[in-house]
């Protein structure tokens, strides 16, 4: 599927990219010059290891592995990335690849926002809900022993890509969980959306038909869009100043 929605927000615009060839959509953007890191998982890497295997090949590309859960996104391991890319000489050209859930996403996003002062991202959601919600907005930030993202800053994507043949290895669990994202969309905002849904819902949950779960991920994105633009644009208004 190829479609663009666009994220209105000024001088921070930027599209909502869906492309069914991660490694392609990748390769054009890395381009030739600056260095790029990739920030991923072990059981995403190795769950499509011929598709990142090709990046891994590529002369300007480096991965980070994070681990798994809420853990991960601490202060610590936005360190050990901050040092890594220092100790690689990163600098300010350098872009970073967050391809993941949102713990990669929010995380990555972080090291993004505060790396020589921010440098680029961009999104690769991984799971349902990054692609519907997490990866969209410029919302990063990680957790504190006291409480979940209780550090973040807004720092806006250069691009967010969805290849929806990320899902087909997602289990089970985080594809329920990030439906009820989709239906509180519809129930708040399209009644069209909402009926889909439950109209559809034992086919997502038992085959996970591309084109079904497509349209509600294309739907999704486009609110999501719509409400991220209305909330920076009045932050834009009460603060002309930032
Ligand atoms: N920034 C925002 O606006 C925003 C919005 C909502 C939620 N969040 C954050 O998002 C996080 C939750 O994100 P999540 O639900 O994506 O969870 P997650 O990132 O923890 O991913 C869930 C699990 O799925 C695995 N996974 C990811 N992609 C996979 C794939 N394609 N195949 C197989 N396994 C895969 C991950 O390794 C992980 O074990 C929370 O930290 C939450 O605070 C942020």
């Given amino acids: 599927m190829n479609k663009t929605v666009k994220v209105e927000l000024g001088k921070d615009s930027y599209d909502i990219?869906?492309?069914?060839?991660?490694?392609?959509?990748?390769?054009?953007l890395i381009g030739v010059s600056s260095k790029c890191m990739f920030i991923t998982q072990e059981t995403i890497y190795r769950a499509f290891e011929d598709k990142f295997s090709v990046l891994k090949s590529l002369p300007n590309v480096?991965?980070?592995f994070i681990g798994q859960g809420e853990e991960e996104k601490s202060i610590e391991t936005v360190i050990e990335i901050c040092d890594k890319m220092t100790g690689m000489h990163y600098d300010r050209s350098s872009t970073i690849f967050a391809v993941g859930g949102g713990v990669v996403g929010d995380t990555a996003g972080f090291v993004a926002s505060i790396f020589m002062r921010g440098i680029n991202y961009i999104q690769y959601p991984t799971t349902l809900l990054a692609m519907i919600d997490s990866s969209i907005g410029g919302k990063t930030g990680i957790n504190l022993k006291s409480g979940k993202n209780l550090i973040g800053r807004i720092h806006q994507p250069k691009a967010v890509v969805i290849d929806t043949s990320f899902l087909a290895t997602l289990p089970k669990r985080e594809v329920n969980a990030s439906l009820a994202e989709a239906i509180k969309y519809g129930f708040?905002?399209?009644r069209d959306l909402f009926d889909y849904i439950?109209?559809?819902?034992s086919n997502i949950l038992s085959n996970r038909t591309p084109e079904i779960l497509e349209k509600i991920i294309v739907r999704s994105c486009e609110i999501k869009s719509e409400v991220v633009s209305q909330d920076v644009n009045v932050?834009?208004?009460i603060s002309p100043v930032r």
């Fill in 62 to 64: 480096e991965f980070h």
């Fill in 17 to 28: 990219i869906f492309d069914d060839n991660f490694v392609e959509s990748a390769i054009a």
């Fill in 198 to 201: 439950v109209k559809n819902m």
């Fill in 188 to 190: 708040i905002y399209d």
């Fill in 235 to 237: 932050i834009y208004m």
